[in-house]
């Protein structure tokens, strides 16, 4: 499957922790997007990383990718509450598909 | 400038009926994605169309298809539902599509099939 791969599927953390995010694929990709989705709604963009970058940062998001080992990592840092939600890499290869993975739903406790 | 807005947003039919959503992009969004999204499979890519025209397709049956109009507003149908078409419809646009872009969602529309 050309798809991304979540780990861990579920994370429940505390408030003012960091929360780090797994995704790994498969295929040789253009870029790798990072989504976040609040429960039954639309997803929500959060951050691009290009297949010839190794690490991006946006606020209290930072982004890292190896295309070496065909993975990336979301981290956030000092979590809140309003942080909850599921978080879905997906994979832009050269065929313009966007392919997500399963994601991983975030618990932050207050 | 208004996001994406996606109509029914819930929707509810019986096997054997046929359902149309729609999908209006971000004004000067040329390509509009679908996709569905169940507990079980995740998001699964439907099609995606580019100046009224199917650029990409998923692995679904011909019962779904789709069609784009020259405004870019997009529509999706489902013909001769079954309880499995269950989900949640997301319909995204972006300003060129293609391998680097960001995709913009829409709410959703949820069909449940009874």
């Known amino acids: 499957s050309q798809q991304g791969e979540e780990d861990p599927q579920a994370l429940s953390i505390q408030e003012g922790e960091n929360a780090t995010m797994n995704c790994s694929y498969k295929?040789?990709?253009?870029?790798l997007q990072w989504y976040r989705q609040n429960s039954g709604r639309g997803l929500v963009h959060l951050i691009l990383?290009?297949?010839?970058?190794r690490e991006k940062h946006s606020g209290r998001l930072r982004v890292t990718l190896d295309t070496s080992k065909k993975s990336s990592s979301l981290l956030i840092t000092a979590s809140r509450a309003a942080d909850t939600a599921s978080y879905f890499c997906?994979?832009?290869?050269?065929?313009?598909?966007?392919?997500f993975g399963e994601g991983t739903q975030l618990t932050v406790n207050p | 400038k208004a996001g994406v807005t996606q109509t029914p947003r819930y929707l509810i039919k019986t096997r054997g009926q046929q359902v149309t959503l729609s999908c209006s992009p971000i004004?000067?969004?040329?390509?509009v994605s679908w996709y569905q999204q169940t507990p079980g499979q995740g998001l699964q890519f439907l099609f995606e169309?580019?100046?009224?025209?199917?650029?990409n397709k998923g692995n679904f049956p011909g019962r779904f298809s789709g069609r784009q109009f020259s405004n870019s507003r997009s529509e999706m149908n489902v013909s001769t539902l079954e309880l499995g078409d269950s989900a949640l419809y997301l319909c995204?646009?972006?300003?060129?599509?293609?391998?680097?872009?960001?995709?913009?969602f829409g709410e959703g529309s949820r069909l449940t099939v009874l």
């Open positions: 997906a994979i832009r290869t050269s065929g313009s598909r966007l392919t």
């Open positions: 169309y580019f100046s009224e025209t199917q650029r």
């Open positions: 295929t040789s990709i253009n870029n």
């Open positions: 995204a646009s972006s300003l060129e599509g293609g391998p680097t872009g960001e995709l913009f």
């Open positions: 990383i290009r297949s010839n970058e």
């Open positions: 004004s000067g969004h040329r390509s």
